[in-house]
Structures are given as structure tokens and as C-alpha cells.
T-cell receptor, first 114, second 118 residues
Framework: AQSVTQLGSHVSVSEGALVLLRCNYS??????LFWYVQYPNQGLQLLLK??????LVKGINGFEAEFKKSETSFHLTKPSAHMSDAAEYFC????????????FGSGTRLQVQP | DVKVTQSSRYLVKRTGEKVFLECVQD?????MFWYRQDPGLGLRLIYF???????EKGDIPEGYSVSREKKERFSLILESASTNQTSMYLC?????????????????FGDGTRLSIL
């Protein structure tokens, strides 16, 4: 069965610093992987997705993620944090063989310090 | 843009009540999902539906049921609400299939219903 582990429930960075949010997956088949962002009092919004094309995926708001099969990782990065990036971020893996449901990680709350 | 609308942002109910949470999507998506979100646990799948009148259990279906009589509407029902069902509930929808494979379509989420059971 597919599962996702997000390392670090809280990450704090300074404005302008590199953002790195970690996600490791386990899957018995090549996965589809997603990163979502949740701003306060809102639903989840898709940042980017990996669907077995290019291993480096670019998303919205300057975020990108790299699929590394050897490390079973799909870490999310952004070169320079902005105050508006403060939110909770979720990594998710698509359950192949099931009916398109997703398995989510437990989330990482990103704080951006001025 | 896809719009997923959940009928209530905040809801307060009493133990033992039957509770209905409604979700409507406007993009003719085949798949609809109900999740609950709790701190430190991420999102957990309760039920999903891939067609009208079709449903499948997710990871935590106990104490819940669902109804999908029309393609655009997916209802979550708490048969007899209990305090441990106090949570944020999120509805989502997605397309079934686009070139590239099944399961690669993102889910589109509503803003959530924060449910308190007293």
C-alpha cells in the first residue's frame, strides 16, 4: 500500500531563505505524487504534481519538486521564501489500483520570519 | 476554474444527532471524496464515489455514510454524531481519466466544514 512521510511538522525560515520541505513515499508501483498547500481557513490547493514525465516538476508560486526514485523522495523547494508562503503543505501519493483516492502525509507547517 | 462548494463553513451539532454535510462541484467530475482533517494526522479518507450511486469506503468509514444521487452532489452523513467526530471535513472532486493515465488528475477541494459535536 502507498504511504507518505513528511519529515518535520513545523519548519521556520527567514524571508528570502531557501525553503525545503521533505516528503518520502513508499509505493509498490511507480507513483503519482502531489504537493498541496493550505492557507488558513481554506481548502487545499494544488502546487504541483509528478506523473512520470520529467523528474523535476515546476509548480505555482515559484515552487518545484524533484522526484528521486533511488531515494523514494519528492522534496518541495523554493529558492527564496516570501511571507505569503506561510501555510501548511501536504504531500500526497495517488493510490493506484484503488479508485483515484490519495494518501496524504501529516503535513508541514511553514513559518516565514521577517 | 473548478468550484467545489461545501454548504457550511461552521456547524455545531449535539451528540446523537444525524448530521448532513453537503458538497457540490460544477465541473462534471466523475470522482468525489470526503476527508477529515485533524492536527498531526493530515487528511484521512472517509468515503469516495466514482459515479452516481457508486461509493467505496476509505480508511475511516465507521460512523459515516454517503449519498450520491446526482453527479454534482456528494453528501456525507453522520448517522449518530459523537464527540470524536468533531473535526474539519473537506470535500474534493477530480476527473476520472485524462490522457496519461488514471489517477494522475489533481483533486480540487472545497474550503471545508468545521464541525463541532457537543
Amino acid at each position: 500500500a502507498q504511504s507518505v512521510t513528511q519529515l518535520g511538522s513545523h519548519v521556520s525560515v527567514s524571508e528570502g531563505a531557501l525553503v525545503l520541505l521533505r516528503c518520502n513515499y513508499s509505493s509498490s508501483v511507480p507513483p503519482y505524487l502531489f504537493w498541496y498547500v493550505q492557507y488558513p481557513n481554506q481548502g487545499l490547493q494544488l502546487l504541483l504534481k509528478y506523473t512520470s514525465a520529467a523528474t523535476l516538476v515546476k509548480g505555482i508560486n515559484g515552487f518545484e519538486a524533484e522526484f528521486k526514485k533511488s531515494e523514494t523522495s519528492f522534496h518541495l523547494t523554493k529558492p527564496s521564501a516570501h511571507m505569503s508562503d506561510a501555510a501548511e503543505y501536504f504531500c500526497a501519493v495517488s493510490r493506484r489500483g484503488g479508485r483515484r483516492a490519495l494518501t496524504f502525509g501529516s503535513g508541514t507547517r511553514l513559518q516565514v520570519q521577517p | 476554474d473548478v468550484k467545489v462548494t461545501q454548504s457550511s463553513r461552521y456547524l455545531v451539532k449535539r451528540t446523537g444527532e444525524k448530521v448532513f454535510l453537503e458538497c457540490v462541484q460544477d465541473m462534471d467530475h466523475e470522482n468525489m471524496f470526503w476527508y477529515r482533517q485533524d492536527p498531526g494526522l493530515g487528511l484521512r479518507l472517509i468515503y469516495f464515489s466514482y459515479d452516481v450511486k457508486m461509493k467505496e469506503k476509505g480508511d475511516i468509514p465507521e460512523g459515516y455514510s454517503v449519498s450520491r444521487e446526482k453527479k454534482e452532489r456528494f453528501s456525507l452523513i453522520l448517522e449518530s454524531a459523537s464527540t470524536n467526530q468533531t473535526s474539519m471535513y473537506l470535500c474534493a472532486s477530480s476527473l476520472e481519466f485524462v490522457a496519461g493515465g488514471i489517477g494522475n488528475q489533481p483533486q480540487h477541494f472545497g474550503d471545508g466544514t468545521r464541525l463541532s459535536i457537543l
